[in-house]
C-alpha cells in the first residue's frame, strides 16, 4: 500500500495536485475551447470609438431665478444645492425626445448603413451563420405566415420600428457623468464610426443648448404679463379719481390736517363754553347776592348825626364796611362760602363792626338817601345786563360745538371711504409692481431666448476619435487566459465534487469506515517510478496459463493483507486464517483475478497448499485463466448426495489446486437456493484438512443465498471495490447489507486504482 506523507500541508497540496492531473483533459479541453472562443471574439468583433465632449453648467438666472408666472415674482434661490440642478441637465441630456431629434437631424439611413454594414462583416463568422440560419428559416416562416393568412408587415410600422431600436442604441451607447464636487457634465458616446460617434456628440450638444433654452423659459408669459399690466393701470387710475372727486365733495386737502383743525377748534369752543358757563354761574351768584343785599339797606338812611361835632373816624369804618360786603357780594359770585378768602373778608367786616358799635354816639343826625343802597342797586342793574351777555354767549358756543361734532361724524365716513379706496389703491399697486417685475423678466428671457444665452458652456466640443477603445486584444487575451485557466481550475473542481465514486484508500476508509487491506493499481496505466509507462511490462510479470499475468513486486501489495488474516487467525485462535471469500457487490470489479493474484502470491511465497474455489454461477472464469477443465466442479458437488475429491484439479502451479464452478444443469438454481449450512461446515472441514488457505471467487452478493452462505461461513471476507466505479451512497447500502448478512468482512481490496500525479512530482510530494 502507499503511504502519503505525514503533515496537513503536503496532504493537501496533494489533493489538489490529484484533482487537477485526475481532469486534466477537462482543464485542457475548457483551456483550449475558451481561448479559441476569446481570441476570435476578439479578432473579429467590431471596433468600437468613443467620442467626448464637455459641458459646464454655471450659476445663471436659472439657477436663482424663480419662473415668472411663479406666486412671488421675487428672485430667490430655487434649490438647496447645485446637485438637484445638475441632475435635472443630465436627464434632460438622456431624454428620449433629445435622442430622438439627434436620429432625425443626422438621418435614419445613415444609423442602418452603419447596421447593415455590421450585418455583412465578412470576418464575423457568429453573424454570418446567423444570417445562414435566418435565411433557411425564412422561407419557412414566410410559409407558415401565409397559410395563417397573416398580413405583410407595414413599411411605416418597420420604419418606426428600425427608428425605436435606434433611438435605444443611442441611450445605451451614450453615457452622461458628472465628476465628484464639480459643475462639468462629461458626455461620451461609442459607435464603429469615429465620425458618426463625433456627429451624434455635436448634435445632441446642439440640440440640447436649444432644449434647455426652451425648459428654463415660459411660453406666452409676456403677452399674460402685459395685458395685466394694462387692465391694472386702468384699474389703479379709475380708484384715484374716486379719491380725488371724494375730497373735493368734502372740501380738504388733507384729512389729518383738517382733523386737527377741526378738533383744534371743538377744544376751543368746549373751552370758551366751560368759560362762559363759568361766568354765567358767577354773574347769577352776584346777582342774587346783589338782590339779597338790596334787600338788607334800607333807601333812606341818616347821612349825619352830630351830638357835639362830627365824628370822622366812625363814617370812615362804615365806608369800609360797605366796602368790605360790596368786596364780600363779588366773592360770592366766584366762590363758596367756604372759600377762605370769603371767610377772611367776613371776619374783617366782623372786626369793622365791632369797633363802629363801640364808637360815641352822635348827637347830630343828617338823613337822606342811602348811598350803600344807590350803589348795589346800580351794580345789580351792571350785573344783570352782564348776565344776560353771557347767556347769550353760551347759547351760541353750544351751537358752534354740535355744528363741529357734526362735521367730526361726516368727517369719520370720508375716512372710512378714503381708508377702502386706499387700501384697494394698496392691493392694486401691489399687484401691479408684481407684474411689472414679471414683465420685465419675461422681456429679458425673451432676448436671452432670441440671442440663445444660457448657463450652459461647451467646454469641449465633439471629439473625433483615431484609436478604437475597444476591443483591447491584449487585455482581452490577459483576461481570457486568466479565465481559462480559472475556469479549467474550477471546471476540474466541479468535475471533482460531482463525483461520488471512491478514488484513494483515505476516501474508502472516510467514506464506509473500513480499512483498505490492499490498493491494486490499474497495471496497462500506471507509470513506473522512473516516470515510463511501463516499457517492460512482460519482464516484469510472472506468466500463469494463458490469461493470467501478475506482477513479480505484486505480493509487497497484498503485505497489509496478509498482516490483516494473520491479525484475524490470532484472534481466532489460529495462525492464519483458512477461508476467505473474495466477493463485490457487482461484476466487473476483478473479484477473479484479486482472488486468483492472492492465491499465486500465498504460493509464491511458500506459506503452504492453497485451493482456489470457483463460486461465481453467473460468469464463471477462472478454469480460463488456468487452462482446467470447467466440470465437474462445486455445483456437480453440492447437487450430488456425497462429495467426491476426484472433481479438484492440480494447476501449474505447484501447492495450488483449483475447483471449477462446474456445468451441473441445476446449477442456476443454487443462485437462489439455500443449501445446508452443516454440509457448507463439512465442506470446509475436509478442505482445512489438506489446505492452508481456501480463496473463494463468489459472485456478486446481492440476493444471492448460496454466495452469502459461504461468506457466512468463511473466517473473513475481502470486498473488492473498484476505484472510480460506483457510488459511495450505494457502497454504503451495501456494507450494511453485507453486515446484516453476518459476513466477517475483513477491509476492502481497492482494485484498479489510477494513478494521476507524475512520479517525479510525486516523490516531491
Known amino acids: 500500500m502507499i503511504t502519503t506523507k505525514p503533515g496537513l500541508s503536503s496532504r493537501s497540496l496533494r489533493d489538489l495536485y490529484f484533482i487537477f492531473f485526475r481532469h486534466q483533459r477537462k482543464v485542457i479541453l475548457f483551456f483550449a475551447v475558451m481561448m479559441a472562443t476569446i481570441i476570435v471574439g476578439t479578432m473579429t468583433a467590431r471596433k468600437i470609438y468613443l467620442s467626448e465632449a464637455k459641458l459646464m453648467v454655471r450659476i445663471g438666472r436659472e439657477s436663482v431665478a424663480l419662473d415668472p408666472i411663479a406666486a412671488t415674482g421675487k428672485v430667490v434661490d430655487v434649490g438647496p444645492d447645485r446637485v438637484s440642478e445638475i441632475n435635472s441637465e443630465i436627464e434632460i441630456l438622456r431624454s428620449r425626445e433629445l435622442m430622438e431629434e439627434v436620429v432625425e437631424a443626422l438621418g435614419v439611413r445613415r444609423f442602418k448603413e452603419r447596421r447593415e454594414a455590421q450585418r455583412n462583416f465578412a470576418g464575423n463568422a457568429l453573424r454570418s451563420l446567423k444570417a445562414l440560419l435566418k435565411a433557411s428559416v425564412s422561407p419557412i416562416v414566410g410559409g407558415i405566415r401565409s397559410m395563417l393568412g397573416a398580413e405583410t408587415e407595414d413599411p411605416a410600422l418597420r420604419a418606426a420600428r428600425d427608428r425605436y431600436e435606434i433611438v435605444n442604441a443611442i441611450g445605451k451607447n451614450l453615457s452622461v457623468e458628472v465628476p465628484n464636487k464639480s459643475s462639468i457634465v462629461n458626455m461620451a458616446f461609442e459607435a464603429d464610426s469615429p465620425s458618426l460617434a463625433r456627429d451624434v456628440v455635436n448634435k445632441l450638444v446642439e440640440l440640447y443648448l436649444a432644449k434647455h433654452i426652451n425648459v428654463h423659459r415660459t411660453a406666452g408669459s409676456h403677452q399674460f404679463f402685459k395685458e395685466q399690466t394694462d387692465g391694472l393701470r386702468v384699474a389703479i387710475e379709475a380708484i384715484e379719481k374716486r379719491v380725488m372727486d371724494l375730497k373735493n365733495e368734502v372740501g380738504m386737502g388733507s384729512l389729518d390736517d383738517q382733523r386737527k383743525a377741526l378738533f383744534d377748534r371743538i377744544g376751543t369752543l368746549e373751552l370758551a363754553l366751560e368759560q362762559t358757563g363759568y361766568a354765567l354761574a358767577a354773574a347769577k351768584a352776584k346777582v342774587a347776592a346783589l338782590h339779597k343785599s338790596l334787600a338788607g339797606l334800607p333807601k333812606i338812611s341818616i347821612l349825619q348825626e352830630t351830638t357835639g361835632f362830627p365824628d370822622s373816624a366812625k363814617e370812615g369804618l362804615l365806608k369800609s364796611i360797605n366796602d368790605l360786603q360790596l368786596r364780600e357780594q363779588e366773592l360770592l359770585s366766584t366762590y363758596q362760602e367756604s372759600n377762605i378768602q370769603v371767610q377772611e373778608l367776613r371776619r374783617q367786616i366782623r372786626q369793622m363792626k365791632e369797633l363802629y358799635a363801640k364808637g360815641p354816639e352822635q348827637a347830630q343826625v343828617t338823613q337822606g338817601v342811602n348811598a350803600a343802597f344807590q350803589q348795589t342797586e346800580l351794580s345789580l342793574l351792571t ?245 482446467c477443465r470447467q466440470s465437474p466442479g462445486l455445483a456437480d458437488m453440492l447437487m450430488a448426495d456425497s462429495i467426491r475429491g476426484g472433481t479438484i484439479q492440480a494447476t501449474e502451479l505447484a501447492n495450488l489446486d483449483f475447483l471449477s464452478c462446474g456445468t451441473h444443469p441445476a446449477r442456476s438454481q443454487l443462485l437462489s437456493k439455500t443449501i445446508d449450512p452443516g454440509r457448507l461446515a463439512s465442506l470446509l472441514n475436509a478442505w482445512y484438512k489438506e489446505y492452508r488457505l481456501v480463496v473463494f471467487d463468489t459472485s456478486p452478493l446481492g440476493d444471492q443465498a448460496q454466495s452469502n452462505a459461504w461468506a457466512a461461513l468463511a473466517d473473513a471476507v475481502v470486498w473488492v471495490i473498484e476505484a472510480e466505479g460506483l457510488r459511495y451512497e450505494i457502497l454504503q447500502n451495501a456494507r450494511d447489507r453485507l453486515r446484516q448478512d453476518s459476513a466477517k468482512l475483513l477491509g476492502v481490496a481497492l482494485n484498479k486504482r489510477r494513478y494521476y500525479i507524475p512520479a517525479w512530482l510525486y516523490q516531491s510530494l
Not at 493470467?548 to 490470532?570: C, K, T, V, Y
Not at 511465497?605 to 453467473?618: M, P, S
Open 383 to 627: 350785573e344783570q345786563g352782564n348776565l344776560a351777555s353771557l347767556e347769550a354767549q353760551s347759547i351760541a358756543l353750544k351751537r358752534q360745538l354740535a355744528e363741529a361734532r357734526k362735521e367730526v361724524i361726516k368727517l369719520n365716513e370720508v375716512e372710512i371711504q378714503l381708508a377702502q379706496l386706499n387700501r384697494e389703491l394698496d392691493i392694486q399697486n401691489d399687484s401691479f409692481r408684481k407684474y411689472s417685475d414679471s414683465l420685465e423678466q419675461t422681456r429679458i428671457n425673451q432676448a436671452l431666448e432670441i440671442e440663445k444665452i444660457s448657463n450652459i458652456s461647451v467646454v469641449q466640443s465633439a471629439s473625433y476619435p483615431l484609436e478604437p477603445i475597444r476591443p483591447k486584444k491584449a487585455t482581452n487575451l490577459l483576461i481570457g487566459l486568466v479565465l481559462s485557466i480559472v475556469g479549467g481550475i474550477g471546471v476540474a473542481f466541479l468535475a471533482e465534487h460531482q463525483d461520488h465514486s471512491l478514488k484513494r484508500p483515505e476516501d474508502v476508509e472516510s467514506k464506509l469506515d473500513l480499512p483498505v487491506l490492499a490498493t491494486i493499481p490499474e497495471w496497462n496505466s500506471r507509470p513506473s517510478r522512473s516516470g515510463s509507462v511501463s516499457a517492460k511490462a512482460e519482464q516484469a510479470v510472472v506468466r500463469i496459463g494463458d490469461r493470467l499475468r501478475i506482477p513479480r513486486d505484486f505480493g509487497n501489495h497484498w503485505d497489509p493483507l496478509r498482516e490483516s488474516m494473520e491479525q484475524a487467525g490470532e484472534a481466532n485462535d489460529r495462525p492464519f486464517i483458512r477461508s476467505c471469500v473474495v466477493t463485490a457487490w457487482r461484476t466487473g470489479e476483478g473479484v477473479t483475478t484479486v482472488a486468483s493474484q492472492l492465491a499465486v502470491t500465498v504460493v509464491c511465497r511458500q506459506e503452504g497448499r492453497v485451493l482456489l474455489v470457483d463460486n461465481n454461477f453467473l460468469d464463471p472464469r477462472l478454469h480460463t485463466v488456468f487452462n
